[in-house]
Each structure stands twice: as C-alpha cells, then as structure tokens.
C-alpha cells in the first residue's frame, strides 16, 4: 500500500527474492506509467529490478480491495508527511487501514512500514476491528523501513537490521520469514518499541549531524579543519567515523519530519526534548550562514551570476524534499543574484520548482560567466570536474563548497578562492 521511495523499492525487492507482491496506489498516474514499464523515482538499480519481475511476480494496481483480498501480508508504505503542528499526518495510513477492513476476507498480517507515532500499531487494530468483519482475524505488526535514498536497493536487499515489533511472536516470525533470505540481524520487539527505534535513529543521526556542523563552524573561526577533527574523532571506537559530513545539513523527506514529529510526540506524552529543538534550529541556521557565506566572498550580490551545482538532499536521488537548494536559491535570488542550476539527475522536478532561474545542461555550462560556483550537493560528478576547464569559463574562480569535496590547499594551487564548512579559510588567488 503506497508506491513511492520506500512502497516501490520494498515491493520490487520482495518480488526479486521471489515473493508475488502487487504494489497499489491512489495515484492513478503513477500507477499507469508503472503499468508502461516507466519508473518514476531515481534509485539506483531500481529499474533493471522493475523491468525483470513486472508482469510475473510483480504488479500495479489502485484497486486496493482486490490486492488484500489476494495477499498474505499487506505491507503499509503510504506517506506520513509533517501535520500543521509539526505532528506526523497519519491520515493516509487510517485511509489505508479502512480500506484494508473493508476487503479483508481471510487472515492476514498488516505490517507497518511508514514511519509513525508510537501507538498507531494499535490505532490500526481498532480502525480494523471496528470497520472489519467480526469473523476475521489479523495481526498487525510494526517493521519500520531504515533504507536510504540514494541506495534504497542495496539497502533492502543488505538491512544492517530488520526490526519487527507484533503483539504474537508468531505474527513477527512470519514476517521474520520473508527477510531470511537476505540473511540480516532480526531484531523482534513489542510493537511500541519497533515504532520508537525508528524515530530513535533518525533522530539521532540528525543530532549527530547538527552537532559535527556547530563544531564546524567553530573550526572556521578557530582555522582549525573539521575534516582532520572529524578524521582524529573517528578512531574512538565508542564514537566511530560515519555520519559525520560538516555542511549544509540534512534534508530529505524523512530526517526533518521524523525530529519534529518526535518533538510533537514528546510534547503530547509530556515531555519537553531540550535537544531535539536546537537540532533542528542548527540544521536551519546552516542554509543561512552559507548565504552569509557566498555574502562575503562575492560581495553585493545584486547582478551577480552564481551557478548552483546540486539541487537533490542527496547525491543518487532525485528527491529535492527539503534540501538545502530549496531555501538556499530563493534566499540568494532575493539578494538580487542571478542563478544558474544543473543538477545530474534532479533537473525535471527542479524546473517546477524553481522560477527566474536558469537552468544549465552541464556543470560547466552553469559556471559560464559566473561570479561564483556554489556546490550544495555532493554528486560524484562534480568530483570529476577540470578545473583547468572550469577556470576558462567562470567570471572568477570562486568556489563555495557546502558539501567540502575539495581539498582547500589543492584548490589553491589550482588557482580558486575556496571556501568550505569548518576547513578554514583559503585565500590565494
Ligand atoms: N523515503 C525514505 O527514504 C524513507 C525511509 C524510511 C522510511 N520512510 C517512511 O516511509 C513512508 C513512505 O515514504 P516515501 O518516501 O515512500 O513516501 P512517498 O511520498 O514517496 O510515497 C508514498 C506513496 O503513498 C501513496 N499513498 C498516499 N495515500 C495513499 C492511500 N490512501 N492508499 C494508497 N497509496 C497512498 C502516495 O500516492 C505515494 O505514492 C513514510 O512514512 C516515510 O517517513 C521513508
């Protein structure tokens, strides 16, 4: 139920370890051009999995009725986007829930994969109860989704850890059942608890995020380099080296949400988080020091030409939910710059975004003439850049690196004025 980043990818890889899986949505356009062999996420690997089990094992409906009549497990994938008060909207999942009530026929386990406030495991049984058949019975079991944007496939098909939380054992070990293959730690848990650990984690990889880029920005008034603190940091096993890239911080559709959502849950089971709050604040105030940033290094950016490399949160997505591009453009447009953007891969769905802009076909052709280049997101690309090249085309070889994959001291000799976050300040130019 739900066929997007997690719905698509969960049920492509179920049908490729050789389960029948029909993946539904109430999007009638998605679904179609799924229908058509057209997939219409980013994701690494994804499509050569579509394309090898569409029409055997796997298949596109909106007729939800008749693919929970059909199944044994009915997985929840639909989206639980930020309410008005920062709170998770489950409305999608009790939409679902009805719908799964309604066209129940015979046992079934309904599995959870949206990320939700703890209790809804509940909410879910009593949707169930009081809209299904008395005479049917049915678990419903938590197994929250940990897959990454970006390698969302090798993600499901290698989980560092599987978590089931159920009611009955037995409901958990049938799900365990479908993981085997895969040959990953399974963790089962009471249902509450999976519900928390997935909240658990995303938030603290955003602390941990927010924390590494205030000590970032400390090395920048310090001129110390975070990549060598972080690298120094790393060796104590208790902290360990992941997770830790300084920059424009996190985005995406799930961190953001998940930290104000936990926050919402705090507040509505009486307690106040003191640190969720300023994590959230610091990953705000990151977008905006880097426009204080290219401030300084450019000057008055009225009439300034200022190409934009990386529009997606991420490299390999095509997702631009709340990625920095977002508050980032607008904030430097405002300032009177003129834009020009390229990404790899997020340039459709940049176009309906972005207005008063231009957009570039190649790094380069962004950087023509420019008084600046800016990178927001680390794409592999750009990693390949000719700086010779590059160096002929700009108005002035400035490089503002929100994501620091540069070497300071080697853009130098190159000849560019390089500013990460938190690597000091290069000026040799
Ligand atoms: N994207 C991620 O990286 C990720 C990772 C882990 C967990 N999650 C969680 O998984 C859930 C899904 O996230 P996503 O990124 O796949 O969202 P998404 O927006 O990409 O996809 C959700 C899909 O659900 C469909 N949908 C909405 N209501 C529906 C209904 N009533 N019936 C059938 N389909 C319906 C939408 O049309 C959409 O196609 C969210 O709770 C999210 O927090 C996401």
């Known amino acids: 139920m739900g066929t997007g980043y997690v719905g698509l990818v969960t049920g492509a890889c179920f049908a490729e370890l050789g389960n029948q899986v029909t993946c539904v949505d109430v999007d009638k356009e998605k679904i179609l051009q799924l229908k058509k062999g057209a997939v219409p996420i980013f994701e690494p690997g994804l499509e050569e999995i579509i394309h090898r089990n569409r029409g055997s094992r796997l298949s596109f409906t909106t007729d939800l009725a008749k693919a929970v009549q059909a199944s044994d497990f009915i997985f929840i994938a639909v989206s639980t986007p930020p309410g008005k008060g920062g709170e998770a909207d489950i409305s999608n999942v009790k939409a679902v829930a009805v719908g799964i009530a309604k066209a129940i026929n015979r046992y079934k386990i309904i599995i959870n994969k949206s990320t939700v406030p703890i209790g809804m495991g509940d909410v879910v049984t009593q949707i169930i109860i009081k809209h299904g058949p008395k005479d049917v019975s049915f678990d419903v079991v938590s197994n929250p989704e940990f897959l990454r944007e970006g390698s969302a496939v090798a993600d499901l098909l290698r989980p560092e850890r599987v978590v089931i939380g159920a009611t009955r054992r037995t409901a958990a070990q049938k799900v365990a059942e479908i993981y085997k293959p895969l040959h ?109 940033k290219v401030q300084k290094a450019v000057g008055n950016l009225k009439g300034k030409v200022l190409a934009v490399w990386g529009l997606s949160f991420k490299p390999n ?113």
């Open 184 to 292: 990953s730690p399974i963790l089962i848990t009471d249902l509450k608890s999976a519900e928390m650990i997935k909240y658990a984690s995303n938030a603290f990889l955003a602390t941990k995020i927010s924390y590494i880029n205030e000590i970032a920005n400390l090395c920048d008034k310090v001129g110390a380099d975070i990549l060598q603190v972080t690298r120094g940091m790393s060796y104590d096993s208790r902290i360990g080296g992941q997770f830790f890239n300084s920059g424009l911080g996190f985005g995406g559709s799930c961190f953001p949400k998940d930290v104000t959502a936990l926050v919402q849950i705090g507040k509505s089971s009486g307690y106040r988080f003191r640190i969720l709050p300023d994590v959230l604040d610091i990953n705000d105030y990151q977008r905006k020091l880097f426009v204080q």
């Open 317 to 429: 997505t095509d997702d631009m939910r709340e990625s920095p591009a977002l508050t980032i453009v607008p904030a430097l447009k405002a300032k009177g710059a003129k834009l020009k953007l390229y990404d790899p891969v997020s340039m459709g769905k940049a176009r309906g975004l972005f207005k008063n802009v231009k957009f570039a076909k190649t790094p380069y052709e962004a950087a023509h003439g420019a008084d600046a280049v800016l990178v927001l997101t680390d794409w592999n690309e750009f990693k390949q850049i000719d700086f010779q090249k590059l160096k002929g085309v700009v108005r002035q070889p400035l490089l503002l690196d929100g994501r620091n994959m540069y070497d300071p001291q080697e853009m130098a000799e190159k000849g560019f004025e390089y500013h990460g976050i938190g690597r000091g300040e290069v000026t040799n130019f």
